[in-house]
């Protein structure tokens, strides 16, 4: 069976920090890019970051350059995402998916984990 499972989030001041783990199981972890997701009340779910399968290459979107970092460790089969200088502005549910290799899509997700940072 197929499973990611979120963990890290909570409540945090405006300028604090959290680490959201991506824990997968069920399929070759190795072979497939991770991506971080969220989405907050009201709003559509937007892409935070991802991390390939081969070299471990990057990409942020704008709104968290400079601030997240995503890496990912094949032994544990984990994805972290490390948020510093939080803003109310990312509160959501933070969401990891795995993307099967030789496709463009997102083809499995976890269920998220809540980020709530107050001003």
């Known amino acids: 069976e197929v499973q990611l499972v979120e963990s890290g989030g909570g409540l945090v001041q405006a300028g604090g920090s959290l680490r959201l783990s991506c824990a997968a199981s069920g399929f070759t972890f190795d072979d497939y890019a991770i991506g971080w997701f969220r989405q907050a009340p009201g709003k559509e779910r937007e892409g935070v970051s991802c991390i390939s399968s081969s070299d471990g290459s990057t990409y942020y979107a704008e709104p968290v350059k400079g601030r997240f970092t995503i890496s990912r460790d094949n032994a544990k089969n984990t994805v972290f995402l490390q948020m510093n200088n939080l803003k109310p502005e990312d509160t959501a549910v933070y969401y990891c998916?795995?993307?099967?290799?030789?496709?463009?899509?997102?083809?499995?997700w976890g269920q998220g984990t809540q980020v709530t940072v107050s001003s």
């Open positions: 998916a795995a993307m099967r290799p030789g496709t463009v899509q997102y083809n499995y």
